[in-house]
């Protein structure tokens, strides 16, 4: 009776939509993207070419093969203190990620769509902690990476499923 259940509990997650956190179902339209990014950091252009590669797509090496032209234009990284103690130390960070950029199908016109994505986190700051606090810090910048590479493909997606 166990096998029965957890085979029909799989195709009940499976018929709600429920998908693994980070995958992305690419339209054909973003299966073989030329994926540019001469001005952001290029951890941040390798992060999004695998997130590309992990949903399926094939980079390209020129536009003129490209589905999508993809153009990764500015990152940005901020981090901001949003409390501090009674003796006035900070206590809280806020950090920030933001990633813009450019799309465009080849559909004969070279007009691009500009949009940025960002993700933010709060974490606690202990000063008596400062070497195990940068490592967290460090930690929850790549976590902040990762998601903003995530939500860019989600937001391309909806981008392609809106013009067709």
């Keep these: 009776m166990r096998p029965l259940t957890i085979v029909a509990f799989v195709f009940l997650l499976a018929a709600c939509g429920w998908h693994l956190r980070g ?10 993207p030329y994926l540019t990014g ?5 951890g941040m ?7 590309l590669r992990d949903a399926g797509a094939t980079e390209v090496k020129t536009i003129s093969d490209a589905s999508a032209v993809i153009e990764l234009t500015a990152t940005d990284y901020r981090k901001r203190q ?5 003796d006035g130390q900070p206590s809280t960070y806020e950090l920030l990620y933001q990633l813009s950029y450019r799309f465009r199908l ?17 974490y606690q700051y202990d000063s ?7 490592n967290e810090e460090n930690r929850l910048v790549k976590q902040l ?3 903003v590479s995530l939500r860019l493909l989600q937001q391309l997606t909806l981008k392609v499923s809106n013009a067709n």
Excluded at 45 to 51: D, E, G, M, T
Excluded at 128 to 134: A, F, G, P, W
């Design 82 to 86: 949003v409390a501090v103690t009674a």
């Design 38 to 42: 001469k001005n952001v950091d290029a």
């Design 128 to 134: 008596n902690q400062i070497l195990s606090k940068e």
């Design 23 to 32: 995958s992305v179902g690419l339209p054909d339209q973003l299966k073989s």
């Design 45 to 51: 252009r390798q992060l999004v070419s695998q997130r």
């Design 106 to 122: 080849p559909d004969g016109s070279d007009q691009y769509q500009s949009g940025q994505v960002q993700a933010t986190l709060n």
């Design 145 to 147: 990476r990762d998601e």
